[in-house]
């Protein structure tokens, strides 16, 4: 299962981000992701009270290290059970971000033994309800709500493997961009970059590149 997106585990240090980007959010996304309208004030008290050490959670980054999208793996130990939400920002979306966040927190929760996995939002979030039925939850709608739900299994969903080749993709990808940053605020060109030609062929390396370190990552569209 192959994919060139990587979705990086998210730690205290990216509260500022994760706030950023949700804040960012118009109107309208922000009432889809959170069920209700929701302003800035709301926000920043959900980020400052995200449990790290309890919750999981990921996200996918630009070129220029700016969070894309953002997953919230809320776990409920005792049940066993995992509820998944996540957004996107609008200008990053059909590109395999939201798909890619979900595969992974589904891949977390198989591995730590969680028996289902959740996702809730609005009826009229296609795009949520979308995700959900192309992951393999099975979705009802009820009114103006919809609830999706998969059971999961270590043996089908989970491998320790696959988790460990996404971390490490993601930590190869995010080194890569950071360099690539670095060079770019510094003014230094590639010497791969200086004709059209030459361009071509780097960009064909960098995917190839990215397929050879992401080894056996689980599906991402």
Not at 147 to 162: A, F, I, M, P, Y
Request: net charge positive; proline share 3%.
């Amino acid at each position: 299962m192959a994919t060139g997106i990587a979705v990086q585990r998210l730690n205290p240090k990216h509260r500022e981000d994760i706030a950023r980007h949700l804040v960012a959010l118009p109107e309208h996304d922000r009432y889809l992701r959170f069920g209700r309208a929701i302003r800035d004030q709301a926000i920043n008290e959900y980020v400052d009270g995200l449990d790290f050490a309890r919750d999981k959670l990921f996200g996918t980054f630009g070129p220029e290290l700016n969070l894309i999208g953002v997953a919230h793996l809320a776990l409920d130990h005792a049940a066993r059970s995992a509820e998944l939400g996540l957004s996107v920002d609008p200008a990053s979306r059909v590109k395999g971000h939201g798909y890619a966040l979900l595969q992974r927190g589904l891949l977390h929760a198989a591995n730590r033994g969680y028996r289902t996995l959740f996702m809730h939002c609005l009826a009229e979030n296609g795009v949520m309800l979308h995700l959900a039925r192309k992951a393999g939850l099975l979705v009802v709608i009820q009114s103006s709500e919809a609830d999706g739900r998969l059971k999961l299994s270590r043996n089908k969903h989970g491998s320790l493997l696959l988790e460990a080749a996404a971390d490490q993709f993601a930590l190869v990808d995010n080194m890569l961009k950071q360099q690539y940053l670095w060079m770019a605020q510094a003014g230094i060109k590639s010497p791969a970059s200086s004709t059209a030609t030459d361009t071509d062929d780097e960009r064909r390396g960098t995917a190839g590149a990215a397929k050879a370190l992401q080894g056996p990552v689980p599906q991402r569209a």
